[in-house]
């Protein structure tokens, strides 16, 4: 057991997946991190309090799981539904009546929406109240804010899409906020419903922006941004606690 | 034995170790005035707390699925508005807004200095001694308690006030009174009167930060809560456990 076990390890097929040897040393811990695609946004190591649930609550990495939950029971949702305002409703219907987990998968995609809104604000409170905006991790929070800004979108735009009496009213209501703007206002409104009023063409815009153009952004903003905290030099914790060093 | 100064608690002397000086160079890295480290190797205990917390949001998520379905009313009909027609939960705070003022305020003026003030904030205040401590220190930590509890108090009297009595009960009747002029007034008072108590225990620029995001969040959340639990019918304010012609506002969710 122990040889076949050595001689699958020593293959040339498995180090060429795996470039290090069994995670029990130093430099093959190391070695995990910076070799793999997804460990490689971490850092090699981390600070102890950084691992403590008060000093996060752990909720950059539920929005990111949350994220990605959203993500796979969008595409699985994506092959039924229709977005045309003649079947978008029906093909909801379907989804739910006809299609095996086909609520379940509906009711995970909504209610991951939700909580992911609330999450994310909550993750800003967590690192406004910890102070943790301040050099050298301005930049990362701008682009925390456009995250939050770009997951209300996601959020809103994939609001519209059952097509019934409360995503009709709720876009009509959302989109008058934004055409109350002087000047460029109505013209904004026209842009994003594509005509005077929520139709086909606002489905289909929001649609677009729901499942491709905000996703996609986000991915980009997101992986700039949880880099952005390794490079940044992980978890702020400059003075205060009792680890801390007092280093003028 | 070596004296013991800020720098040797920091970068403790290994008695069998000799120093030299190698070399300056300017520059910084992240690790810069953060001396040896109390750290781990990322793996295996990232990989597993990661995995973990995608496993209970999984779960947490699948159980409450099978409890409650996502909502779905009748095919949508631009004919037939729905009573309250209302955004979704997290635009509620500026529909509450839109109720007390002009749309040009409430749709497009707060929500663009808020989000003005929130990309400016790490340029406003960047002194990063007191970042990763929570509220900064006890006094941080009261300013915030304080400023959520009167924030909480005079945001709900604001909504009770412009519902049952409002500037128009006091005898205003110009729009734009009634639109601009009161509601900025209650608005630069909501924020003007803590900031200037504030000002005299001469708070560093964290602790004003502390007061104004305090204040804003304390706010939407008043806001939110008030426009998604109690406005029912006709936008009016109702307790939420006995709304009229059956509406639960739980139902928007």
Known sequence: MANLIDSITASRVWRSFFRHGWPDTEINRSLVMTTNIFFHLHPVKVSRKSLRASSTWGLGVIATILFIILTLTGILIMFYYVPSTEMAYDSIIILQTKVLYGQLMRNMHRWAAHAMVLVVVLHMLRVFYTGAYKPPREFNWVVGVFLLLMTLGASFTGYLLPWDQLSFWAITVGTNIAGYAPLIGPKMRFMLLGGFEVGQNALIRFYALHIMALPLLMAGAASVHIWRVRKDGGLAMQGGQEELLDIE | MAVETKDTKAFPRGELKTYGLMELVR???????????????????????????????????????????????????????????????????????????????????????????????????????????????????????????????????????????????????????????????????????????????????????????????????????????????????????????????????
């Open chain 2, 27 to 253: 520059g910084t890295s992240p690790l810069v005035g953060k001396g040896p480290e109390n750290t781990v190797f990322a793996f295996p205990i990232v990989a597993i707390l990661e995995a973990l917390l995608a496993i209970g949001t999984t779960l947490f998520l699948l159980l409450f699925s099978l409890l409650r379905d996502a909502p779905l009313e009748e095919l949508a009909n631009p004919d037939l508005t729905t009573n309250p027609a209302k955004a979704p939960w997290y635009f509620m705070a500026l529909q509450e807004l839109l109720l007390h003022m002009h749309p040009v305020l409430a749709g497009i003026l707060v929500p663009g200095l808020v989000v003005l003030f929130l990309i400016a904030l790490p340029y406003l205040d960047n002194d990063p001694a007191d970042s990763g401590r929570w509220f900064a220190s006890s006094r941080g930590r009261k300013i915030v308690i304080w400023t959520a509890l009167y924030t909480l108090l005079v945001q709900a009297a604001l909504i009770g006030f412009d519902e049952f009595m409002g500037l128009r009960g006091l005898g205003a009747a110009s729009p734009a009174i009634l639109q601009f002029v009161g509601p900025i007034l209650f608005g630069v008072l909501l924020l003007g009167l803590p900031l200037l108590l504030l000002w005299r225990f001469k708070p560093n620029r964290r602790e004003v930060m502390l007061l104004i995001f305090t204040v804003i969040l304390v706010s939407a959340v008043v806001l939110t809560i008030s426009g998604f639990l109690f406005r029912g019918p006709g936008m009016h304010l109702y307790p939420p456990w006995n709304m009229p012609d059956g509406y639960n506002p739980w139902s928007s969710l």
